[in-house]
C-alpha cells in the first residue's frame, strides 16, 4: 500500500494560500492604482476634464475677444457677446445661458460651468453668497426725497399726456431679494409697484417713457451712502430668469391673423401713408429706416435712450421696416420659470405696473410702437404711437416698479 505523505499535502494547502493572499493584495494594488485617489483611471479623468474645461474656458474667451472687437467703445455689448457665444457652443437657452447686463453670466449647460464676464471684457470670480436666498425681505432704506418727482418732468412736452398732474411722491416700500448673480450682486425689488400712476401718449411718450420710469425710481428710491441707483424694472429682468420653455413661446409668438401675420423677431415694411416713427426709433436695434435692413449696432430696446428728456416727436421715413420685438403671454406659466419664487414676485401681486422697455409690432395696416407692462398675471404692452401718425387711443396709465441692485 503506498503511504501519504502529509507533508506534501500540507505545503501544496499552504502555497495555495498563499498565492491567493498574494493575487489578492495584487488585486488590490491594480484597483488602487486604477481607481484610487491617484490612481490612472483618476488620474485620466481629471487630465481629460483640465483639457475639456480648458477648452471651454478658451471658447469663452474667443466669444469676448470678438465681441470687443465687434464694439468701438471697448465694452462689452449683451448683443455682440451673444452672437459669439452662439458661434462657438451652439444654441442660446440649449448649450448656454447668458444673464445681465454688465457683468454678465455664462452658464454652458452641458458642463454646468459658470463664468463672469466684466463690462470690460475680463472675466470675474464667481461668487457664493451664502445664508441669503431669492424671496427674503431686506431692510432697504432709500435716501429721503420730500419733494417727490415733479409735475413739471411728467409734463407734456416729455411724455406726451396732459394727465400728468400731480408729483409722484416717495412710498414706503418693503423690498425683497429678486436675483442673486455670479458676481455674488444682489437685486432688490419693491414689494409692489409706486402707489401713484404715470400717463405716457404718443412719440414723446414712447422717446422718454424708459428715461422717465427709470429717472421716477432713480429719483425716489436710490441710496447714495450705500452707492445703490434705482431704476425701474425692464423685461431684459424677466426675460434673463425665463428658462428654455419661456423663451421658446416668445420666439413662437404671432401677431395678427391671416396674411397681415408677423412672428415674433420677424419683419415688414410700411409705405406712404404708413411710415411715421418716434425719434428715438432710427437709433434702435430692429429699425430699419429706408432700408430693409434692419439696425443691429443700435441701442437696447431697455436703454434709456437719451441721457436727459428730449422734446423730439416722430419723423417719417420713405421706407419703413420694422421688426416685431412684441410679444404677449396672457396668464403666464409659472413653468416659463425655473425659479417659483421669482415668478410669484414678479406676476403674483395683483397689480400692475410698467416695464422700463420699448417695443414694435407690425400690425396692419400701420406699425405699433408702444411699453411693455405686467398686468396681474399677465406679460404685454400698450401701443401708444402708430406709424400712420396716429397716438394712441386712450392715454395710457400705469405704475413704475422700482428694482436696486446692490
Known sequence: MKKINMKEKGITLIALVITIIVLLILAGVTIATLMGDNGILTKATESKNKTEEGEEEEKVKLSVAGALAKDNGGEIKEGYLDE????????????????GSGPFTVTIIKSGRIYLINEDGTLGEVVEREGIEVGDYVNYVPDTNAEGYTTEKLSESITGSTDNTSAI????????????????????????????????????GYNNGVYVMNDICRSLYSNSSLGIEARSLDLKDIEDKMNVEGKASRDGYINGESESKTKYGETNKYGSGYNQYPNLYAQENGSGINTEEVKTDGIDVNADGYDSPTTEDSSTAEELTVKQTYYKSDNISSSYFDDQEFYDMVFNTGSSYWLASRYATCTSPAANFGLNRVYNSSLGGNGIFYSNGNAGRFQQISSPRSFSRV
Open 169 to 204: 411722491i416717495q412710498d414706503d416700500l418693503k423690498w425683497r431679494i429678486l436675483n442673486i448673480d455670479a458676481s455674488g450682486r444682489v437685486d432688490l425689488i419693491s414689494e409692489s409697484p409706486t402707489s401713484q400712476t404715470v400717463n405716457f401718449y404718443g412719440a414723446r
Open 84 to 99: 459669439e457665444l452662439a458661434s462657438q457652443f451652439g444654441e442660446k437657452g440649449t448649450d448656454y445661458n447668458l444673464e
